[in-house]
């Protein structure tokens, strides 16, 4: 009797144990819930507007001819007097790449569908991306590459040739336009914006190149070109303490 009675005291002593750890244990989530950092977390837009300094432009040749070789050799022909207008013009190897080379059959047309059509030609496209660093050249040299041979112009990319500083100015007019935010939201909340915890380059679009469709080209003057404005855009997410 007297050992069950132990093992009893035994058994209260290690609930009242759990108990007291329990206790002690919620005591100090309660207060390290009162002592969490408030936080205020804002996102920030950064926008900067410039006038492009560069022009990429993508040229070619599309020749048609009876045999795949006749039209091969006029289309180089052509691409030749290209290529050379490119180096009187001073652009270096750098900036100029093939961007598409085909040769294709043209085939005729027949209304039964059940008889393959026949060859009739074949066609021969050559294209290259050029990157004009100077757009006081750019009109020059489409009229240029037009009276040379190029029949194929698929429009204008204007941008930058160094963007690099003008994002660094649109990140900093980010971080500037989140600090506004906070402060707003904090002073309709009547509290103060504390210390920044963190801070989240948030991707912002690349600015979109703007393209020139539709050329009319004249061989006896240059061709007008209207560049405009380009933006260069940051976002950044931040988050401020509490005060």
Excluded: W
């Excluded at 009797?1 to 002690?24: H, Q, R």
């Excluded at 006081?136 to 040299?141: I, N, P, T, V, Y």
């Excluded at 009229?143 to 698929?154: K, P, W």
């Amino acid at each position: 009797m007297a050992k069950s009675l132990s093992l009893t005291n035994f058994n209260i002593f290690v609930v009242a144990l759990l108990i007291g750890f329990g206790a002690a244990s919620y005591g100090d989530s309660v207060a390290a819930d009162d002592t969490m950092t408030r936080t205020l977390s804002v996102s920030g837009l950064g926008e900067v507007k410039a006038r492009p300094d560069m022009a990429t432009i993508n040229i070619g040749v599309t020749t048609s001819e009876k045999t795949a070789a006749i039209a091969l050799e006029k289309n180089t022909q052509s691409m030749q007097g290209i290529f050379e207008a490119i180096d009187a013009l001073g652009i270096p190897d750098t900036d100029v790449q093939t961007s598409g080379f085909s040769v294709n059959p043209r085939y005729a047309r027949y209304n039964d569908r059940e008889t393959p059509p026949d060859i009739v030609g074949y066609e021969v496209r050559n294209n290259v991306t050029v990157a004009i660093k100077n757009l006081d050249d750019l009109g020059g040299a489409l009229d240029r590459f037009v009276t040379i041979g190029a029949n194929q112009i698929n429009g204008i990319q204007f941008g930058f040739a160094d963007p690099q500083s003008l994002q660094d100015a649109a990140k900093k007019a980010a971080i500037e336009d989140a600090k506004r935010n906070a402060d707003l939201y904090a002073g309709a909340a009547g509290v103060k914006v504390g210390r920044v915890m963190s801070i989240r380059d948030s991707a912002a679009p690349m600015p979109m190149p703007m393209m020139e469709r539709a050329m009319s080209f004249d061989a006896a003057a240059s061709v007008p070109i209207a560049p405009g404005q380009q933006t260069v855009s940051a976002q950044v997410a931040v988050v401020y303490e509490i005060q």
